[in-house]
């Protein structure tokens, strides 16, 4: 009985997720990306873990976003930050 309720319940969001994706031209990914970034993650590593992909993968999110103006990305060392900008906040905001 409240598994089937949970279950409900992921579907919706994930509906809404996807339709706001949509609605701001990314992709799911894309979107949890972002979401990601505005809790605080910050480096590859840890959105690929966060995000349950692989670091390439989360790097091929990230250049995308990059590209879209969502977010920029520098090196420190041997680590990518992320760094949402003002494009990309609004949306987490949302």
Excluded: C, W
């Amino acid at each position: 009985m409240i598994s089937d309720v949970l279950d409900r319940l992921l579907r919706a969001y994930r509906h809404m997720l996807i339709e706001k994706a949509v609605s701001m031209g990314l992709t799911e990914l894309q979107l949890s990306a972002l979401l990601a970034a505005a809790e605080g993650v910050n480096t590859v590593v840890k959105l690929a873990d966060r995000l349950m992909v692989a670091q390439p993968t989360a790097t091929d999110t990230l250049l995308a976003l990059e590209k879209k103006g969502f977010i920029t990305r520098h090196r420190v060392g041997k680590t990518t930050v992320i760094k949402l900008t003002e494009k990309g906040v609004k949306p987490s905001r949302r």
